[in-house]
């Protein structure tokens, strides 16, 4: 009965991040979906250039949220094992790029990758903060601030949580976002015409 429910949990955990949100949001409000417009990314950033800023906002908390949801049935339900929690944390990443939903056509994970790494340390929340406000005031570039902003967790984990795994795993679960993200950066060079352009934009409506 007790792997039984881990088992479960983790099931759960994916269809969790399973939940596609902004492909929901994109066919409610404009009958589109966000997968085929813009930067084609079923992600908060592609609903607030495509859809709204509202909607967006709506995005982005409900797919960090799937992030925390996670972790959270994978030690309620589950088990008080960090790994285990941790695996469910994954899985949630997992589940919003590879939606069973929708065919396993989904986004990049970077919000519910937060949304997991928020669950097991909240003191991350100003300190990410710290990095994401000043950086996106400079730069104009959101994706970009919160894409630097991830440094801050294993700062946590170390400095505040004293928690050697969750020093390793909060530098190896970004690299899931980053990985999917990675063959849009030569795409923005590209369409940009300098490097400067994928990283630094004018203002926020300035996109590529």
């Known amino acids: 009965m007790y792997y039984f429910l881990i088992v479960l949990s983790l099931i759960c955990s994916y269809l969790i991040g399973s939940f ?46 799937k992030g925390a949801a996670g972790v959270a049935v994978a030690k309620y339900l589950g088990s008080d094992y960090i790994v285990v929690q941790m695996l469910g944390g994954f899985l949630a990443v997992v589940g919003h790029n590879l939606p069973i939903f929708l065919k396993f056509k989904g986004g990049k994970g970077g919000a519910t990758a937060i949304g997991v790494l928020i ?15 000043p950086a996106l005031y400079f ?17 946590v984990a170390a400095f505040i949580d004293h928690s050697w795994p969750l020093i390793v795993y909060s530098c190896l679960l970004p690299l899931v976002p980053f990985a999917r993200f990675f063959p849009r950066f030569f795409e923005m060079r590209k369409s940009g015409g300098s490097w400067k352009h994928v990283f630094y934009r004018k203002n926020l409506k300035d996109r590529l």
């Open 20 to 65: 596609p949100t902004a492909y929901l949001i994109g066919k409610l409000r404009k009958k589109e979906d966000i997968r085929k417009v813009g930067s084609k990314n079923m992600g908060a950033m592609n609903v607030f250039y495509k859809v709204g800023v509202i909607e967006g906002l709506v995005v982005l908390t409900i797919d960090i949220l």
């Open 119 to 133: 669950f097991f340390m909240p003191w991350g929340v100003p300190t990410f903060l710290v990095i994401f406000l």
């Open 139 to 155: 730069l104009h570039n959101p994706t970009f601030a919160y894409s630097i902003s991830f440094i801050v967790f294993p700062f």
